[in-house]
């Protein structure tokens, strides 16, 4: 069966620090990788997507930045927070042409 | 661009009665979209609900049904009588398997009352 965890369930952080967060699957081969976010009353936006190790597309910029180091493996960062950062990210993936997405269970990201 | 659009919330209904929650989609630049519902439990994560590929089919799940209309470009979700464990948010989404893009509406809280 495969599996989507992510990292870390919930960050409290201060406006100007950096962020790591993470997400791994398990238990398929080469899926395609995506990042949504939730700010808080709002819509899902996609922010990246990833059909291959070492290959990120962005979709919004909102000065953050993934990246892919491993097959099962999608990281989502910055150096610097802002305050509008502050939401619900996801990590999902999909195989083949019909998109269905399979989700994380997300972080929670508060910037203070 | 690609943008759907869906009822706004909360939805208050109670036990046995009818459901709709109103989906359009406008697929600027995407030829064949694919068309998604998807539903958040509380303290669950978000997961696919129903999903329709082809023009003129429906998709059932749950006793929910949805039919993907390319002449209105709407994708309705439709329930006979709802339970009140149906409460939940659920989000209408359209995809494309050329651009990787998944885009979804703003989400419809519901809420079924016993």
Redesign the interface.
């Known amino acids: 069966a495969q599996t989507i965890h992510q990292w870390p369930v919930a960050e409290i952080k201060a406006v100007g620090s950096p962020l790591s967060l993470g997400c791994t699957i398990k238990g398929k081969s080469s899926p395609?990788l995506?990042w949504?976010w939730q700010a808080t009353g709002?819509?899902?936006?996609?922010l990246f997507?990833s059909?291959t190790v070492g290959q990120v597309?962005s979709?919004v910029q909102l000065n953050l930045s993934a990246s892919r180091p491993k097959d099962d493996q999608f990281i989502l960062s910055t150096e610097k927070l802002l305050l509008s950062h502050s939401g619900f990210y996801?990590c999902a993936w999909s195989l083949?042409?019909?998109?269905?997405?399979?989700?994380?269970?997300?972080t929670r990201l508060s910037v203070l | 661009g690609d943008s759907v659009t869906q009822t706004e919330g909360p939805v208050t209904v109670s036990e046995s009665e009818s459901l709709i929650i109103n989906c359009t989609y406008s697929a600027t630049s995407i030829a064949y979209p694919?068309l998604?519902w998807?539903v958040r439990y509380p303290g669950e994560?978000?997961?696919?609900l129903l999903?329709v590929?082809t023009a003129g089919q429906k998709g059932s799940s749950r006793g929910f049904e949805a039919t993907y209309n390319k002449e209105t470009t709407s994708f309705h979700l439709q329930k006979a009588s709802v339970q009140e464990s149906d409460s939940a948010v659920y989000?209408c989404?359209l995809?494309?398997?050329n651009t990787?893009?998944?885009?979804?509406?703003?989400?419809t809280r519901l809420q079924v009352l016993p």
Do not use: R
């Not at chain 1, 709002?42 to 996609?46: C, H, K, V």
């Not at chain 2, 990787?100 to 989400?107: A, W």
């Open positions: 395609n995506y949504y709002g819509t899902l936006q996609q997507y059909i597309e979709v996801l083949g042409v019909e998109n269905t997405l399979y989700f994380g269970a997300g | 694919n998604f998807y994560g978000l997961q696919l999903k590929i989000y989404a995809g494309s398997s990787n893009k998944v885009v979804f509406g703003t989400g």
